[in-house]
């Protein structure tokens, strides 16, 4: 009965007596590399299987390890994400640190590099009590006062430059009129030309250069800094650069200057306590940013401020009780 | 029953082929006894005798030859027998023509794979492949008529030579 079933399905067995015969065939007969063909028939139709079943296999794998398996990995990623945002913080406290120690260090090379006395005004948040009550007010505020020795018309100065005067000092803090303030004004030369003048401030972010004689040799990019003669600013402090001369030649020009100090983010001052007139008259102080070989040529006249402008050294601009310039 | 006369008929073919059949052209094997055994089993039998008669047939003359890889004669009858088989149950093959036609296009056909095969693989080189083709072609057909004549007309020559010796 089951020969006869055999029989009945006749494509079946064709296929199979072929089939028979291959394998038969393949067994003697040898490939071109000299492998048995049913050898190699055999290994590359079992090496396709065991293709299929790594596939299958690294398959489960890989959704095992990606899915199921990950969550210790999700626990260690809520653990090293905590500790990155904690070595965040960590850093940025150092990287502060570190600005605060840069800031600190420029200030004490300049405090030693100075000739003049002077205390470390600390405007950080915790001292500053605030800028100018008004815009019209170009003012900040120390938290160093009398009790450290702090008088009104001392100078103070930054790194970059020179930054203002004190207008009022109490006795743990002092208000200090920035040099871009409208009522505030410095006695300057050009460094190059030594031309005198007299820096105003504007109430903007710019200087104007005013009282330099005509014929004088002034042109952008030169360097502008104190002349020492309206007896608050020592000799030598950089005031900025003169970014303009408009107006051609002659008294009619307008000389703009860029203030050296970026006002908008002082963070930390210099009050200098000794007086300019104490100062010996060769001396120019040293400064930041300017090279050692660029130094002053020629003394300027040291004067009181006046009213009264000559033509080799104006005279300081006039002020009122309050140390104000009258314009 | 049957398939006793097939394996004794194969048996015949193959004896005949090995004593005779070398005899008959020059000594050459012009004529494959058992392939025309083969094609007569698939016309009277159908494509599965045929196909196992193929297949048995062509192993054992594998076997016997010398040189030769076991497979390709077995594979190459074992085809020949199934199709035969196929074509003898869908046609009527019992004339002269038929068969003649069905002997030549069986041997064409089991010459194309036993020596494609063998040049395929490599392994043999045929000089003048379509000569001895068309030469067992001749031979096989030749020798299958004859033989398919005799052997159908032998049971009614001995049923006559009995009835004849009963009338004396």
């Known amino acids: ?327 | 029953m049957k398939a006793v006369a097939v394996l004794v008929g194969i048996a015949l073919a193959l004896a005949l082929q090995t004593t005779v059949a070398r005899f008959v052209v020059g000594g050459t094997t012009a004529v494959d006894l058992v392939l025309v055994a083969v094609v007569y089993v698939a016309l009277t039998t159908g494509p599965v005798s045929g196909m196992l008669s193929g297949t048995a047939a062509g192993l054992i003359q594998d076997a016997l030859s010398s040189g030769g890889v076991i497979g390709i004669g077995g594979l190459a009858k074992a085809i020949v027998g199934f199709l035969v088989g196929v074509i003898g149950q869908q046609f009527i093959v019992t004339a002269a023509l038929p068969r003649l036609v069905m002997l030549v296009a069986a041997t064409a056909l089991h010459g194309a794979i036993f020596m494609g095969l063998y040049v395929a693989l490599g392994l043999r080189t045929f000089p003048s492949p379509w000569q001895a083709m068309i030469g067992q072609e001749l031979g096989n057909a030749l020798v299958g008529m004859i033989a398919f004549a005799i052997i159908e007309a032998t049971p009614g020559m001995i049923e006559r030579r009995r009835a004849g010796r009963r009338a004396r």
Do not use: C
């Open chain 1, 1 to 327: 009965m089951a020969v006869l079933d055999i029989r009945q399905r006749t494509g079946w067995l064709f296929f199979a007596v072929i089939v028979g015969h291959i394998i038969l065939i393949s067994a003697q007969v040898n490939t071109r590399r000299g492998v048995p063909m049913l050898e190699a028939i055999v290994f590359g139709g079992f090496a396709e299987v065991q293709r299929a079943a790594t596939s299958v296999v690294t398959g489960v794998q890989d959704n095992w390890n990606n899915y199921f398996a990950l969550q210790q990995i999700r626990h260690d990623n809520e653990q090293l994400t905590r500790e990155v945002t904690e070595m965040r913080v960590a850093l940025q406290q150092e990287r502060a640190l570190a600005s605060q120690t840069r800031l600190l260090q420029q200030l004490l090379d300049l405090r030693t590099s100075l000739p003049l006395s002077t205390t470390a005004g600390n405007v950080t948040q915790s001292a500053v009590i605030g800028g100018g009550p008004s815009p019209a007010f170009r003012t900040i505020t120390i938290d160093k006062g009398s009790h450290e020795g702090i008088r009104q018309d001392m100078a103070v100065i930054a790194p970059a430059g020179v930054v203002g005067r004190v207008i009022m000092p109490s006795a743990r803090a002092a208000k200090v009129q920035l040099l871009i303030d409208s009522n505030a004004a410095a006695g300057a030369m050009v460094e190059r030309t030594r031309a005198q003048g007299v820096a105003v401030g504007t109430g903007t972010d710019r200087l104007q250069m005013d009282y330099v004689p005509g014929s004088a040799d002034v042109k952008a990019g030169d360097q502008v800094v104190t002349s020492g003669i309206d007896g608050i600013y020592p000799k030598g402090l950089v005031i900025g650069q003169i970014e303009s001369v408009q107006g051609g030649t002659g008294d009619s020009r307008k000389i703009v200057i860029r203030p050296a100090v970026d006002f908008s983010s002082l963070e930390a001052v210099l009050v200098v306590l000794t007086p300019p007139s104490a100062v010996p008259p060769d001396t120019e102080v040293s400064r930041p940013g300017v090279p050692s070989g660029v130094q002053p040529t020629a003394e300027a006249p040291r004067t009181e401020p006046s009213t009264q402008p000559t033509p080799d050294a104006p005279a300081a601009p006039e002020r009122d009780e309050s140390g104000n310039v009258e314009r």
